[in-house]
């Protein structure tokens, strides 16, 4: 009754309830700094609007398409967040007006307030345009990539190096991954009957995953790479062996911690997978 059923294609319902959830996460360290969870039935894009005024003041969000929402946008600039977020470019969806040429596939452009926005937020006080930056770039064997961001300045923000830049948003799904898959061991599934205790135990493997990213950023300090570029699973396994040795140590737990941090360091990725 709280959080919903989702639908199947064979139609009626899944056979279980579902908790949606919109996280924010560090690209290169893969921490959680911020969740928003609700019933399935309800939107990511609403649960993002929750997450909009904790953002910090002048951090950089790298969002996938479903984020490309006027209304949402606003909310952004609003917070003086920066953003970089993949257009639309099918069906209904807001097309950029051309302002003033930058270089080769770099325009400045402007987005106007969609109708259907304006009807469905009466409440807000949305600006009639939005005056924005459009980089268009192409990989190989794939369809162009139109990113909508508000980095004006070519100059300080060139456009080869945004495009370069939105590609560490995939880093986002592995650490969907890592949280679903590795760091649980199996589908989740959690085993509390309220809505309270659910809600509990999702934090709680949030949790569980930041500690074990927060070792990890420090072995990488010491190491002096990124701490994407160790590896979660063998880091888990170190740490999980190490916590009875830790919990049960009296005076040489430093030790022993250092230890742990020197084994994790050493559990370098390849550089190319």
């Not at 257009?87 to 097309?95: E, H, I, V």
């Not at 995953?209 to 160790?230: E, F, H, K, N």
């Amino acid at each position: 009754d709280a959080f919903g059923r989702a639908g199947v294609t064979r139609g009626g319902a899944s056979g279980f309830p579902q908790l949606r959830g919109v996280l924010l996460v560090a690209a290169w360290s893969h921490m959680v700094v911020r969740a928003a969870f609700g019933p399935y039935r309800k939107g990511e894009i609403k649960l993002a609007f929750e997450l909009a005024p904790q953002l910090p003041s002048g951090a950089l969000l790298l969002l996938d398409r479903g984020y490309y929402a006027y209304a949402f946008l606003v909310a952004l600039l609003r917070r003086k967040t920066f953003f970089v977020v993949r257009a639309k470019t099918k069906g209904r969806c807001m097309a950029p007006t051309t302002t003033k040429r930058l270089g080769k596939n770099d325009v400045l452009a402007r987005l106007r307030l969609p109708p259907s926005t304006k009807w469905k937020n009466p409440s807000l006080c949305l600006p009639p345009t939005l005056d924005v930056r459009v980089v268009t770039y192409k990989v190989k064997g794939w369809p162009a990539v139109k990113l909508v961001t508000n980095l004006l300045d070519p100059k300080l923000y060139p456009a080869k190096a945004i495009a370069a830049l939105y590609h560490d948003r995939w880093e986002v799904e592995l650490s969907y991954r890592e949280i679903k898959t590795h760091l649980v061991g199996n589908k989740v599934a959690f085993r509390s009957k309220t809505p309270t205790r659910v809600l509990q135990e999702a934090y709680g493997l949030l949790l569980a995953y930041d500690c074990v990213r927060a070792l990890m950023a420090d072995a990488a300090i010491a190491a002096g790479v990124q701490p994407r570029a160790l590896s979660f699973v063998g880091c888990l396994e170190r740490i999980r062996v190490a916590l009875p040795l830790l919990a049960a140590a009296t005076g040489d737990r430093d030790r022993l911690l250092q230890a742990l941090l020197d084994d994790l360091a050493r559990c370098l990725l390849p550089k190319r997978r």
